[in-house]
């Protein structure tokens, strides 16, 4: 009986840990509450679907996105033509991912959530956020969803096209680098082995840099991207070494003045470290939990002997 009584015991306490743990994790979501409220100054939000939606996937993405009235927002499909006109893609590429883009003021900085990042598999919310900056889009909230499991690259092409409409236009070399970043960021991911925080705080870091020391040749870009790799301790190949000069080379040829978006660079850099630090502890954690299931199992076994 007193054998029954331990295990119960034990058991009340394993409940209790679990149901103490699950506090450590939080939502991925915006977490806020939904209110459609029309912006009479900027207007109202534009939700840009992947062509290759169904109509019940497509309401499934409003779901994610919060639209819960389609006549509050602008909608628009972003086609696999849109693909080859802004960035020189595949015209049989599939486009699922898709984005809602709140127009916010000037100053008020660039805002990414990307709703369902289980989704998403290759692109962070930092990764779009350096993507966009590159591309010029500098005060906006951006809302990212898929149905189904993709990179996330076609949502890209949908927020370029949600600023080409109605008079508006970004700038068609910009808008390739800025893909050719992404591309670059996700290659790194993947060849590399590097870990997606990392990739994004490189490229943020040598952003910083060209800011602050306006490179006037190809020579002076490799050189930073260098001093980058160095100081983060990074080894990569001739190759990725190359891509990445030749990458900053084409921002300083289109003149990019990442000056301008400086603080936004620090706000990308400060939340990349947060994640990193919060990886950090985690492994901590977890290492904690297993010490305690391995210090439970063998009390049970004591029980028995």
């Given at each position: 009986m007193?054998?029954?009584?331990?295990?119960?015991?034990?058991?009340?306490?394993?409940?209790?840990?679990?149901?103490?743990?699950?506090?450590?994790f939080a939502s991925d979501g915006n977490g806020e509450e939904s209110g459609e409220v029309i912006n009479e100054k900027l207007g109202v939000p534009r939700v840009v679907y992947g062509e290759t939606l169904t109509e019940a996937q497509k309401d499934q993405v409003r779901k994610l996105l919060e639209v819960?009235?389609?006549?509050?927002?602008?909608?628009?499909?972003?086609?696999?033509?849109?693909?080859?006109?802004?960035?020189?893609?595949d015209p049989s590429s599939r486009m699922y991912s898709s984005a809602k883009i709140t127009r916010t003021e000037?100053?008020?900085?660039?805002?990414?959530?990307v709703v369902n990042s289980e989704n998403i598999t290759q692109v962070t919310n930092e990764m779009y956020a350096n993507a966009l900056l590159t591309a010029g889009v500098e005060n906006a909230v951006v809302d990212v969803a898929s149905?189904?499991?993709?990179?996330?690259?076609?949502?890209?092409?949908?927020?370029?096209?949600?600023?080409?409409?109605?008079?508006?236009?970004?700038?068609?070399?910009r808008m390739e680098v800025a893909n050719e970043e992404l591309d670059v960021a996700t290659d790194l991911a993947d060849e590399?082995?590097?870990?997606?925080?990392?990739?994004?705080?490189?490229?943020?870091?040598?952003?910083?840099?060209?800011?602050?020391?306006?490179?006037?040749?190809?020579?002076?870009?490799?050189?930073?991207?260098?001093?980058?790799l160095d100081k983060m301790n990074i080894e990569l190949s001739e190759e990725d070494r190359q891509m990445l000069t030749n990458l900053f080379e084409k921002m300083r040829n289109?003149?990019?003045?990442?000056?301008?978006?400086r603080s936004q660079l620090d706000d990308i850099a400060g939340d990349i470290r947060s994640k990193l630090d919060e990886v950090a502890s985690n492994e901590g954690f977890?290492?904690?939990?297993?010490?305690?299931?391995?210090?439970?199992?063998?009390?049970?076994?004591?029980?028995f002997n």
């Open positions: 007193k054998r029954w009584v331990k295990l119960s015991f034990i058991l009340m306490l394993v409940i209790g840990f679990l149901s103490t743990a699950t506090t450590v819960e009235n389609p006549e509050s927002v602008d909608e628009y499909i972003v086609t696999a033509e849109d693909l080859v006109n802004y960035i020189d893609g000037e100053g008020s900085g660039l805002v990414i959530n149905p189904v499991k993709v990179t996330g690259h076609s949502a890209l092409t949908g927020i370029y096209k949600a600023f080409n409409v109605e008079g508006e236009s970004l700038d068609k070399d590399e082995g590097m870990d997606q925080e990392k990739v994004s705080d490189l490229l943020t870091q040598i952003k910083q840099q060209i800011a602050e020391q306006n490179p006037a040749t190809k020579e002076e870009v490799e050189q930073i991207v260098q001093e980058q289109i003149n990019i003045d990442f000056d301008n978006v977890w290492q904690g939990v297993a010490d305690f299931f391995n210090r439970l199992i063998e009390g049970i076994k004591g029980l």
